[in-house]
């Protein structure tokens, strides 16, 4: 079986994260990037801490089926989960899991990594497959770092507009 791209894409993320113009264009080039060379992604996305309503995530750039869940508080999901948490939550089997919110039928494994600003969680980046344990180690391994990634690029954006005033 063939390696897993992970450190081309993580490669192809750093060098645009580099050059980004913002944030908002740094997240559409990860969700693009990442179903092209890891088909079994089927859903991915970010959700964002709401400035004005910190206790609620809202849908930023996403690469799939549109979903109605484009706020969701962070009492409630897999994604308010891994807020609440401050951590990675992998969930093999959406349908045996009671804090799953339906946005697919066809969706049957999901993975939510935080990202954190100065060390508080900023938003997630959230990946639903239509597999039953889809996701590995190495997945959350590779979604962290691409959390890492995003975070970075937010910490240096804020540190030059500041620098700016």
Same mark, same amino acid.
């Given at each position: ?16 994260? /580099?050059?980004?113009?913002?944030? &908002? ?5 990860? +969700?693009?990037?990442? #179903? =092209? @060379? %890891?088909?079994?992604?089927?859903w991915t996305g970010f959700y964002m801490l ?23 508080p962070v009492s409630q999901g897999i994604c308010? /989960?891994?807020?609440?948490?401050? &951590? ?5 089997? +959406?349908?045996?899991? #009671? =804090? @799953? %919110? ?61 620098? %700016?005033?």
């Amino acid at each position: 079986m063939p390696e897993k791209p992970f450190t081309r894409i993580l490669s192809e993320v750093a060098a645009f994260a /580099a050059t980004a113009s913002d944030l &908002a264009a740094l997240q559409s080039f990860i +969700v693009e990037i990442i #179903p =092209r @060379y %890891l088909p079994y992604y089927n859903w991915t996305g970010f959700y964002m801490l709401d400035a004005g309503a910190p206790e609620t995530l809202v849908l930023g750039p996403f690469h799939g089926a549109p979903t109605e869940h484009v706020r969701i508080p962070v009492s409630q999901g897999i994604c308010g /989960a891994a807020v609440a948490q401050n &951590a990675t939550v992998i969930v093999d089997d +959406v349908n045996s899991d #009671p =804090r @799953y %919110l339906a946005c697919s039928l066809a969706t049957q494994s999901e993975i939510v990594v935080p990202i954190r600003v100065n060390g508080a969680v900023a938003g997630e980046i959230d990946i639903d497959s239509h597999d039953l344990a889809a996701f590995s180690a190495q997945d959350r391994e590779f979604l962290e770092k691409c959390a890492t990634i995003v975070s970075d690029f937010i910490e240096r954006t804020q540190t030059v507009s500041s620098n %700016l005033k």
